[in-house]
């Protein structure tokens, strides 16, 4: 059945050469992947808010002169829709923000764009962080506090950003049961938020020694569900780099907003941010690779 999804746009399209000044505007819409095939693409008749697309362009770049930010080159894909208007989303991790055109480049094949490059990663409320000397629940970590990573040892936090929605649709949270990963206790993730699967099956599948996979390819019904109804309040965690941290015994990503706009962040405007995601050095199980890894 489709799928729906939420995520932030330029009304925009890089491949016309926007002229230098060119204002841009934020907004949200909604994504329909109407096969439910994990791709949008111009072939399956998938939706920009119930409006067809005929053209993917992924691999665009929009640079914007943001102010109080400076320029800001956002990675990302270009839709065009049965209306003849493009709209722009980044596949990088950022968080789109107000501002002009400064430059842009792009791709010159119509390709497709997996859903897992949508959607906010993030932790629920009740999630034990590993901390120097032990475990803290997600939300009684502050900034400056101390957070064990893998690569980099204890990182202090730059900023935690708190989001409550309705737990419907690509919004509802993903449950692992106690010892769904071999770990002992239950938590939920964001259909997003990326697991860091290091064992056999990164080996044998993805021909790597770790592989990040979004929470969602990793449901079957039974360990991993996804879980609708009520509300859930995401937490994101945000340090200087891309961190993998370790929550209730599982070791999955950080989040990674653009560095330029963390240095001008306030406490005030971190908490308005709504849609973080990503960036890593590490393989990404795209869902076909994770469809794999979930079955083996």
Not at 170 to 178: E, G, V
Request: glycine fraction near 10%; proline fraction near 5%.
């Amino acid at each position: 059945m489709p799928t729906t999804y939420k995520d932030q746009f330029f009304e925009i399209d890089p491949g016309t050469s926007p002229a230098p000044g060119t204002p841009v505007t934020v907004f949200r819409a909604q994504m329909t992947d109407v096969n439910d095939n994990g791709l949008i693409d111009d072939n399956d008749n998938d939706l920009f808010n119930g409006v067809q697309i005929t053209r993917v362009w992924e691999g665009d770049t929009l640079t914007v002169n943001v102010p109080g930010v400076g320029t800001v080159t956002y990675t990302g894909t270009t839709f065009y829709l049965a209306t003849g208007n493009p709209v722009f989303t980044p596949t990088d991790g950022q968080v789109l923000q107000n501002g002009t055109v400064a430059g842009s480049s792009f791709v010159t094949s119509s390709t497709e764009m997996d859903v897992g490059d949508f959607g906010p990663t993030c932790f629920t409320t009740g999630a034990r962080i590993d901390v120097p000397g032990g475990m803290r629940r997600i939300e009684e970590i502050a900034v400056g506090d101390l957070v064990e990573t893998l690569d980099d040892g204890a990182q202090p936090v730059r900023a935690i950003l708190r989001q409550t929605v309705r737990a419907y649709g690509a919004f509802a949270p993903i449950h692992f049961a106690a010892g769904a990963l071999g770990q002992e206790r239950a938590f939920a993730v964001s259909p997003e938020h990326r697991m860091l699967i290091a064992d056999w099956r990164a080996a044998l599948l993805m021909g790597c020694d770790e592989a990040l996979v979004a929470a969602k390819h990793l449901v079957n019904g039974t360990s991993v569900q996804r879980i609708e109804g009520g509300s859930v309040t995401y937490i994101h965690l945000v340090f200087d780099d891309h961190q993998i941290v370790t929550a209730d015994g599982c070791q999955s990503e950080s989040c990674l907003p653009d560095p330029a706009l963390i240095a001008r962040m306030d406490p005030k405007q971190v908490e308005l941010l709504q849609l973080f995601g990503a960036e890593s050095v590490r393989t990404v199980a795209h869902r076909a690779e994770a469809i794999c890894l979930r079955a083996a």
